[in-house]
């Protein structure tokens, strides 16, 4: 596809999308619990689907074609500009988590603990824009957060108002994170334009990370920012306690964002691997990531409740998550027997017992690898092995794998498209209404998966054949 051709069709498709949010967005008067069916019978229901469809398919289709062959930093920055202006003044798109925002900022501004109780409890004056799952639940994000929102509520006062802030504040973390990928690109010996392109062209920060206001785009933002600092500048504590504090600010926002930081210790080395070293060059990093978080805590006067906040993505339940699948898999199977089993708590406690293994097992590899590469690694296992998987999540992994390595990242890519036709303009979730068959092919792709990992771990330890002796 010529490079203009593809500029100007991904605008088409962004502006589509844009159309698609005013015709039937995410809009405050939107009604919950819709239906895809509901959305096809719905006002210009038809009109609408066609526009999300073909809008995604465009853009997700000039990203693909494109993912390994951008001109140059100045051709990529300017295309994904261009796509994101019809979206900077669209309505919320394909989620509805700003009005949650929202509700919990007033809680807070009102002086109540958004940890300690859910948003009905105030009662928000938008309460009736929260979907009904996330009213009485507590917040799950970070402290650092809970002051930014509380911050937008108290400035402002509306709810419009808010979402303007909100989607500033998502669009200054996509530009913090056009700023830094190049940074960490270079130092890691990649392409920075391919870098951006890969995280930054996706139809996922357009949609989500912009149109939806999410606040992953500032986390992510932070992460990688703090990532670029400590790669820059092992070896010195100065820079090495600036990149912890970024990281820190970024776990502020999402406290996943924490899952980098021993990645980011080892990377902050001046010299081969050793204790004293770690001691010495990452204890600054990992100094400066925990006391930023104890800190904000402290600042917004909160207390540490926002640990077992996290706790609430259990609630929902679909088959993108792989643990979530097999244990919906499982109690279908059951069922055929006449059994009726809730096996959920099983498998989801068995990936996170699996997560946990596998982060201590790639920090062991990364003391004498690539730690980088390994800390993209690592946040991919917890997006898949997480009780619950939303398709912005995987922008975290996607921002660190496309600035570390020149490894083909084919599949990261593809989890990328495909994950972006699995919301709904009006933020409906497909994955409600497709458990049957989406939850018993998610869980014969873990199996599948599972025994390529085995057979390659076993290849891998076999001998080298040792030649025959020549005569």
Not at 239 to 249: D, N, Q, T, Y
Not at 416 to 428: C, K, M, R, Y
Not at 441 to 470: E, Q
Request: proline letters at 8%.
């Amino acid at each position: 596809m010529p490079l203009p051709l593809a500029r100007w069709t991904g605008l088409a498709g962004s502006t589509m999308l844009a159309v698609a949010a005013f015709l039937g967005g995410a809009l405050p008067s939107s009604p919950h619990g819709n239906t895809p069916v509901g959305i096809w019978q719905g006002p210009n229901g038809p009109l609408l689907v066609a526009l999300w469809v073909v809008g995604l398919g465009l853009m997700a289709a000039v990203w693909w074609t494109l993912r390994d062959r951008v001109p140059s930093t100045r051709w990529a920055l300017v295309t994904i500009g261009l796509w994101l202006v019809p979206l900077l003044v669209a309505p919320p798109l394909a989620s509805r988590d700003v009005y949650a925002y929202a509700c919990q900022g007033a809680t807070y501004a009102a002086g109540f603990n958004p940890y300690e109780q859910g948003v009905s409890a105030l009662p928000c004056p938008w309460l009736d824009t929260v979907s009904p799952i996330w009213r009485d639940t507590p917040a799950p994000y970070g402290p650092l957060f809970a002051l930014l929102s509380g911050a937008a509520v108290a400035a402002t006062d509306s709810l419009v108002g808010s979402i303007v802030l909100f989607r500033l504040l998502a669009v200054a973390g996509v530009a913090l994170l056009a700023a830094v990928l190049p940074v960490l690109a270079r130092r890691c010996g990649v392409a920075p334009e391919r870098a951006l392109w890969l995280t930054l062209g996706s139809p996922l920060v357009g949609v989500h990370l912009v149109a939806g206001a999410h606040n992953d785009a500032l986390m992510v933002g932070l992460l990688v920012a703090g990532l670029a600092v400590v790669a820059s500048h092992p070896g010195r504590p100065g820079p090495l306690l600036a990149g912890g504090v970024l990281l820190g600010l970024a776990a502020g926002i999402k406290v996943t964002a924490l899952v980098v930081v021993p990645f980011a210790a080892l990377a902050a080395l001046a010299g081969t691997y050793s204790i004293r070293r770690l001691c010495r060059d990452g204890g600054w990093v990992v100094g400066g990531a925990v006391g930023t978080v104890v800190g904000a805590t402290l600042a917004a006067g909160l207390n540490f409740g926002w640990i077992s906040g996290l706790q609430q993505g259990g609630l929902a339940i679909a088959w993108t998550s792989p643990p979530t699948a097999v244990g919906q898999t499982a109690g279908y199977v059951a069922a055929l027997f006449g059994a009726d089993i809730d096996a959920l708590p099983v498998t989801r406690t068995i990936g996170m017992l699996v997560l946990a293994v596998l982060l201590v097992w790639l920090w062991w590899r990364a003391r004498t690898r690539d730690p980088l590469w390994h800390a993209g690694l690592a946040l991919a296992a917890t997006v898949a092995l997480a009780p619950l998987f939303h398709p912005w999540y995987w922008l975290w992994p996607l921002a660190v794998l496309a600035a570390t390595t020149h490894r083909p990242t084919r599949w990261f890519a593809l989890v990328a498209l495909l994950s972006s036709f699995l919301v709904l303009p009006d933020g409906t979730g497909l994955p409600r209404y497709t458990k049957m068959p989406g939850a018993p092919l998610m869980t014969l792709l873990v199996i599948v998966v599972a025994v390529r990992l085995v057979r390659s771990a076993r290849a891998g330890r076999r001998p080298a054949p040792v030649d025959a002796p020549a005569d």
